[in-house]
């Protein structure tokens, strides 16, 4: 009985995404003393981009035949998949780096999808509560100069929800620059707020998947 969390800032020290997966677990941790985390970091532990392949074709190839590459790939695909479906509830960290999905993050989701557990036909994380807590160093919300320039979020979105058919809340913090990049301090105020709200929907969110689990 656990929860399992994925970070993946490369910035730990001063990771904003982090900081509110710290708020979602405090509130599972408060409700459930006796459940543990399992922790996946992939700043620390990045998943090898030749992994993905390597899993992918080791399906069409006789166990027998495998490479010692394919084999350990496929072995790493079934333990990124077992620590998803041993836990009762799952906290995902991940900023907006460069206007999409960082690659680490997208290395770790092909890996982990080719389980067959999880994979299209894969129902194993059915309805499983989850959060998603995601930040952006400007804004690209509607109106803004760079509306929709965001390609991680909704992303992130499609295959928790509807590919994993998570029980997905999203919570996202913009603005996370203001005070770091000179031009966005006219938006101090307002980033201010942003924090503020996306501290409370963490709290909110981590409440409401401990209730859930």
């Known amino acids: 009985m656990s929860l399992f969390r994925l970070d993946a800032s490369i910035l730990p020290a001063t990771s904003a995404s982090r900081a509110l997966g ?9 409700a459930h003393p006796d459940r543990g985390v399992v922790r996946r970091d992939l700043a ?7 992994a993905w392949p390597a899993a992918v074709t080791a399906k069409f190839t006789p166990e027998a ?11 790493l695909a079934t333990r990124l998949a077992d620590e998803l479906i041993s836990a009762d509830a799952l906290l995902f960290t991940v900023p907006l780096y460069n206007f999409g ?18 994979d299209p036909q894969g129902t194993a994380l059915q309805g499983k509560p989850a959060v998603l807590a995601t930040v952006l160093g400007g804004n690209y919300g509607e109106g803004t100069p760079k ?17 994993w ?5 999203v919570v996202m913090r913009p603005f996370t620059l203001v005070g770091v990049n000179p031009a966005l301090d006219a938006f101090s105020d307002l ?23």
Do not use: C, M, N
Request: hydrophobic content about 40%; charged content about 30%; glycine content about 4%.
């Open 22 to 30: 710290d708020i979602v677990e405090a509130e599972w941790t408060a």
């Open 65 to 75: 035949d495998r490479s010692p590459e394919q084999v350990e790939a496929v072995a």
């Open 101 to 118: 999905v960082s690659q680490h993050v997208k290395t770790w989701f092909d890996l982990a999808y080719t389980d067959p557990r999880i």
């Open 44 to 50: 620390t532990a990045p998943i090898p981009a030749t």
């Open 165 to 169: 058919g998570l029980d997905l809340r």
């Open 191 to 213: 980033a201010a707020d942003l924090k503020q709200q996306a501290e409370e929907s963490a709290r909110a969110h981590g409440r409401d998947i401990a209730s859930a689990a």
């Open 147 to 163: 509306e929709g320039w965001d390609h991680s979020t909704g992303w992130l979105e499609r295959v928790f929800a509807d590919v």
